[in-house]
């Protein structure tokens, strides 16, 4: 049992926490044990809705704390006290992130901004510290000289790579500092204790054969559904065992290990008619060259533009039902002539008259025709409110985009239900039951921990063999 | 805490555009003729920094009236209660003062400190808009109760307010600081009106019960049953709110107090406030209904005191001498800014306090010298001519050298400065020369004189006889004795000396004035220079006359 007012005590702690170890019932039970607000730090949007979830339950008053991902909070100092011109365009990944960071940095060593700080919190609670880049480490390093800092995380679970600077060592003294001289752990796999006991204690023993590079025997244990197949959606068993999930699980997580390739997961979609929600990565680059795509509309190349739109949103086979390249498709059946009347007159207004609303108005229109899917729902729905508000606020589609994801990025969001995503996009999120896809894939203990331990009370790991090498 | 670095007012009052640097003073005193802005300046800063939702503004608070130019009023605050610097607030708002140059920056240092800038704005609808500001962001409004932690306390004579336990009074806030009152008893304010109330409530009114039941009977003839009233008070009415409970003494509400003692008070309250956060406390006039000594105790008090910023105004020499020269701010009409004096002018502000106030300043050598100002003032205000006090000029006093560095001093704090000084000591020479150099208008005597030797000198002989009979029909026979011994090397004084003009005899007499201290005080002085003014058409084309054409000449017009 951790000793909370010791953990809490320390000026610089670190905490040991593998995942469903009681890391965010942790953070809730240390702040009962602190005084004034506490700022705490993750890195996923994942990661915020779930901690201030917790920290609502445990009944911790919401002016106790603020919780937000590391980007924003940095972004927050860089845009208050940095000069607009020198911060780098945000679609820009590759610059923006690491200048947001290092600018905050270099931001929150000045005196005046670090009395702002102190004038704000009283301690800092780091979360998942093993998805810190070094930059990342630097900026937490300057705010443990002014505020309590307790840092939490697991090594194995390190599994960020965003393709620029490396990730901090949590084993290594030198770069730690005074972290490692005050080092606690967490033992207890909290998270099954309820629901599967033996999930729990299984997960403890492949936690600890990935820490040793050994190879993993799924038939060795009894808590995990083991399907060993290829192909998912030939094999029927398979498919319809997946298909009943689909149908009964409330809470329920598919995990593809291919983190890279959007297609493979709206393929599973496809193949299982849309009764699963695909979770979107904040920053998907969709969601800008799209809102850049409609900002080029014209009267002129107006139906070129919605066209391309919804080939990117819908699938292709039922918009070449309804439309052709100059626009709406000439239809002989009487009841398709009156569902597609008002989209064709509202495509000829668009001729008239460019309206983002407009656009909006069609694409949830086309939404509705007979034969049309849609298998990025959370694309579509931002995309029409990123229209109507780029006509309200006379901005172009894009800026209201990038404000959209920045909001989104600062409020942090929710992800429940039938849901497919990668171990990127779902670390730090629980499910009664997760669907491992394609396990043999993983070629990494991190990643393969990460998906593994989603679930709470079922786990069916999909396999072309009973033993993982993930190394 | 909360203390303002910068100020800017355009378009408010009497000011079309000001902007002064306060820096790191924590006692501001703001000096300056009537009418020249010193209350506006006051006024500017408690509308800024209104801790209150609502502020009246009128036309004619605008410059000139005229309501097209918005009014512009800017404070720049450091050390700042923290609660406003929390990054909910307005810590990603703060501004960097350096305080070694005293500038305002919105690129952040390290060595800077941070500061906020809340600006009031008020347009043609009269409606204020209080906001913080930078240039790095937009303007983000804010609210009368984040002004409000500022602790901006203006004693003014409407200080009524400051003496009741209502919400938003000084007195109320004394109260929720007091942990143990305000948790566990809740407000005992409300609650022994409570008690008030019930008390009330249980009071029979038997007297009233004869024509209750003349009433009843009645009513129940018309069918409706009252039995059951009875007399209380309507709640409505009781509803007495804390307001209404005021501090008194003897049973006398202390609004009743003579002014002195409640513009005292009143600060001491906000004194005890300020203790614990600190504040901005304004005091205009602050010698208002205050004995001297009063005055003088309370401006020492509030100076040695760390507790927040104090700005005060005052008209009264007592209170100047207990103050730094560093800490006085001059304020004149339609100026820009406020003149800082140097700290360098300590020893002339304890010599002359008065002179601080004036619009120009004439240092004068002794006591003699203000003498005879004293006279060439009346003489003129008798012949029709306006008063030195009218022309804004004060007499000062340097004794010996000293004279020469409190013109100069005088002179560096920006007032026009005349010397009026004998010639009677060599070394001096250079100095005068210096001072006119910078600017200083040198009145003085001719070489090796001093002003009794040149009035002896230049004075039509009927005046010298009547100064001589003068100081015989006081000290006798000393008086010739003097002017004998001084004499002696021209030979005897003849019994009839006293008719003959004679340019030895002046001399003689003269040095015996000089030595044996016959005009060394102010009245002596005003005596001497009674004389003069009175034979002044009659001196001709002397030294004697220059000087004094020339000091009522620069009364008149420098």
Not at chain 1, 429 to 442: G, Y
Not at chain 2, 67 to 85: C, F, H, M, N, R
Not at chain 2, 530 to 544: A, F
């Amino acid at each position: 049992m951790l000793d909370y007012q010791e953990f809490t005590a320390k000026d610089k702690s670190l905490l040991i926490a593998p995942a469903g170890y009681g890391k965010t019932h942790t953070i809730a039970e240390s702040i009962k044990h602190t005084e004034g607000k506490q700022l705490i730090l993750t890195h996923t949007h994942a990661g915020v809705a779930s901690i201030k979830e917790k920290l609502k339950k445990s009944g911790i008053e919401s002016g106790r704390y603020n919780v937000e991902t590391i980007t924003s909070f940095a972004q927050k100092y860089v845009f208050s006290f940095c000069d607009a011109a020198l911060i780098p365009s945000q679609e820009d990944n590759k610059s923006y992130y690491p200048f947001i960071i290092n600018k905050a940095t270099q931001l929150l060593q000045l005196k005046p901004i670090r009395k702002v700080i102190i004038c704000t919190y009283n301690g800092l609670f780091v979360d998942e510290y093993q998805d810190c880049t070094v930059e990342h480490h630097n900026l937490i390093l300057g705010l443990s000289d002014i505020l309590t800092t307790r840092l939490l995380g697991d090594h194995l679970q390190g599994i960020f790579k965003f393709g620029r600077g490396s990730l901090v060592d949590m084993n290594n003294a030198d770069m730690m500092g005074g972290f490692h001289t005050n080092s606690f752990a967490l033992s207890v796999p909290w998270r099954w204790m309820q629901g599967n006991k033996e999930l729990g204690s299984d997960l403890d023993i492949i936690r600890k054969q990935l820490l040793n590079s050994a190879q993993i025997d799924l038939n060795s244990f009894k808590s995990i559904e083991k399907i060993i197949t290829s192909d998912v959606y030939s094999d029927k068993p398979t498919y319809f065992r997946i298909s009943n999930l689909l149908n009964q699980e409330q809470s329920l997580l598919i995990i593809h290990p291919d983190s890279k390739n959007l297609k493979k997961r709206v393929q599973f979609i496809q193949r299982f008619n849309n009764r699963c929600r695909l979770i979107e990565s904040i920053d998907n680059k969709d969601f800008y060259s799209l809102s850049r795509t409609a900002d080029t509309m014209t009267s002129e190349n107006a139906v070129v533009v919605v066209l391309e739109l919804c080939k990117a949103v819908f699938n292709k086979t039922g918009i070449s039902i309804w439309f052709n390249d100059r626009g709406v498709k000439k239809k002989t059946k009487q009841t398709d002539k009156l569902i597609i009347l008002p989209i064709a007159a509202l495509l000829e207004n668009l001729k008239k008259t460019v309206s983002f609303s407009n656009v909006a108005e069609i694409l949830k229109m086309i939404r509705k025709l007979p034969n049309i899917t849609c298998y990025r729902k959370e694309l579509l729905s931002t995309l029409c409110k990123a229209l109507e508000e780029a006509e309200y606020n006379s901005t172009s589609v894009y800026d209201s985009m990038v404000n959209n994801r920045n909001i989104l990025r600062r409020v942090g969001r929710k992800i429940y239900g039938t849901c497919i995503g990668t171990t990127l996009l779902t670390k730090g999120l629980e499910f009664d039951t997760v669907v491992v896809l394609n396990a043999n894939e993983f070629d990494c203990p991190k990643n393969l921990y990460v998906a593994l331990s989603r679930a709470t009370k079922k786990l069916i790991v999909i396999s072309s063999s009973s033993t993982l090498n993930p190394y | 805490m909360a203390k303002i670095h910068t100020l800017k007012i355009s378009n408010f009052r009497s000011i079309k555009d000001f902007e002064q640097v306060f820096g790191q003073s924590s006692f501001v005193c703001i000096i300056g003729r009537g009418d020249s802005g010193k209350t506006t300046i006051l006024d500017a800063i408690s509308y800024v920094l209104c801790g209150s939702w609502n502020l009246s503004i009128y036309d004619t608070d605008f410059y000139d009236c005229n309501v097209d130019e918005p009014i512009e009023i800017e404070a720049t605050l450091y050390d700042l209660p923290s609660k406003l610097l929390q990054e909910s607030k307005f810590g990603l708002y703060i501004r960097g003062i350096d305080m070694t140059t005293g500038t305002v920056h919105d690129a952040l240092e390290d060595s800077h400190v941070e500061a906020l800038t809340i600006r009031l704005t008020v347009g043609r609808d009269l409606e204020p808009r209080w906001c913080v500001t930078n240039t790095r962001q937009e303007d983000i409004e804010i609210r009368a109760s984040d002004r409000a932690s500022l602790n901006m306390f203006f004693v003014s004579d409407y200080t009524d307010r400051h003496f009741s336990w209502s919400k938003g009074s000084p007195l109320y806030s004394l109260l929720k600081q007091d942990v143990n009152a305000s948790q566990e008893y809740g407000n005992p304010i409300i609650d022994a009106l409570r008690d008030a109330k019930s008390k009330i409530d249980d009071y029979s009114f038997t007297q009233l019960d004869s024509v209750m039941s003349r009433i009843q009977s009645s009513a129940a003839d018309l069918g409706i049953d009252i039995q059951q009233a009875n007399s209380t008070i309507d709640l409505k009415d009781i509803y007495v709110k804390e307001g209404k409970v005021t501090l008194h003494e003897d049973n006398i509400p202390f609004r009743l107090k003579g002014k002195g003692s409640r513009r005292l008070l009143s600060i001491a309250i906000q004194v005890e406030v300020s203790k614990s956060g600190g504040g901005i406390l304004l005091i205009d006039e602050i010698e208002q209904g205050l004995e001297p000594d009063r005055a003088q105790h309370l401006a020492k008090t509030l100076m040695g005191s760390d507790m927040g910023q104090v700005f005060i105004t005052t008209h009264s020499r007592d209170v100047l001498v207990e103050l730094s020269a560093g800490n006085l701010f001059r304020m004149s009409k339609g100026a820009k800014s406020l003149f800082q004096f140097n700290a360098s002018l300590q020893a002339v502000l304890r010599a002359n306090p008065e002179a601080f106030f004036a619009k120009k300043v004439l240092v004068c050598e002794g006591e003699t010298e203000v003498g005879i100002l004293r006279a060439i003032n009346s003489h003129g205000v008798t012949n029709g001519k306006g008063s030195a006090s009218l022309k804004g000029v004060r007499f000062a006093t340097g004794k010996g050298s000293t004279q020469f560095s409190y013109a100069e001093g005088f002179l560096h704090a920006g007032y026009p400065v005349c010397v009026f000084c004998d010639s009677d000591v060599q070394s001096t020479k250079s100095q005068k020369e210096e001072l006119a150099g910078k600017g200083v208008v040198v009145i003085d005597c001719e070489e090796g004189l001093c002003i009794e030797k040149q009035i002896f000198k230049d004075l039509p002989w009927a005046g010298v006889q009547e100064l001589v009979n003068a100081q015989i029909s006081i000290f006798n026979g000393s008086v010739v004795d003097s002017i004998k011994s001084r004499y002696v090397t021209h030979g005897e004084l003849k019994p009839n000396w006293i008719e003959i003009d004679d340019f030895n005899l002046r001399s003689a007499t003269g040095a015996a004035a000089s030595k044996n201290k016959w005009y060394k005080s102010i009245s002596n002085g005003e005596e001497l220079g009674h004389v003069c003014c009175s034979y002044l058409e009659k001196i001709g084309d002397k030294r004697l006359k220059s000087i004094f054409t020339d000091l009522i000449n620069w009364i008149e017009n420098a």
